[in-house]
């Protein structure tokens, strides 16, 4: 089991659509979490942080859920510009210091 | 400000050379970490340095090595390159471990083995 698994993709969804991505992750010790874009050929951007009592930023709501393992991050209103591939972050401190990315979830917004 | 850069951007090498890539963090930031990312995966964890010193290392041979500056830039050294190797190597910087915090990234260097 891969210790960061995402939704796999493409999701496709017409404009003003809501979306939602979900990631699990496998190791209890894992202590922050995060949700980057990464837009084609570009580097990985910061999207949110993810905080234990779930956070808003304008259209997207990250939750995280410790009991289950997962995050999740919801997009409303989407528009084009969020067309992207939607990675989940996990770090986690077990002997050393290790930053796991997921695979990541290609989201295309269609007019 | 400047953001963290990479040299070169891109790098053609042929298998069973050796390759070095250089990145310069965020002014302040003293944690770097290197990643490399294939495509259609996302980034993999190789390291992570703090202050000089080696604080994780994810699931690469040891053909792979790295190290940090005392002004906190760094070099990812990779050595008997292969075919496999080809992928997009970022690094990222963050004022201290990324443990708890997010990472900036680099544009990264694009690394071709022929």
């Known amino acids: 089991r891969k210790e960061v698994e995402q939704d796999p993709g493409p999701f496709n969804v017409p404009e003003g659509a809501t979306v939602a991505f979900n990631c699990t992750y496998s190791?209890?010790?894992?202590?922050?979490f995060f949700w980057y874009r990464q837009d084609c050929r570009k580097e990985p951007k910061l999207l949110m942080s993810v905080y234990s009592s779930g956070n808003e930023d304008g259209r997207f709501t990250a939750q995280l859920n410790r009991a289950s393992q997962y995050i999740s991050l919801l997009i409303r209103d989407s528009k084009l510009s969020d067309s992207a591939t939607y990675l989940c972050?996990?770090?986690?401190?077990?002997?050393?210091?290790?930053?796991?990315f997921g695979k990541g979830t290609r989201l295309h917004i269609l007019p | 400000d400047a953001g963290v850069t990479q040299s070169p951007t891109h790098l053609i090498k042929t298998r069973g050379q050796h390759v070095t890539l250089r990145c310069s963090p965020i002014?302040?930031?003293?944690?770097v970490s290197w990643y490399q990312q294939v495509l259609g995966q996302g980034p993999q964890f190789i390291f992570q340095?703090?202050?000089?010193?080696?604080?994780g290392r994810g699931n690469f041979p040891d053909r792979f090595s790295a190290r940090q500056f005392p002004n906190y830039s760094s070099e990812l050294n990779v050595n008997a390159l292969l075919l496999g190797d080809s992928a997009l190597y970022l690094c990222a910087s963050s004022p201290e471990v990324p443990r708890n915090q997010p990472q900036h990234f680099g544009d990264g260097t694009r690394l071709s083995i022929l």
């Open positions: 972050v996990v770090s986690r401190l077990n002997r050393d210091d290790k930053i796991i």
């Open positions: 340095y703090y202050e000089k010193e080696e604080r």
């Open positions: 002014s302040g930031h003293k944690s």
């Open positions: 190791n209890s010790a894992s202590q922050s």
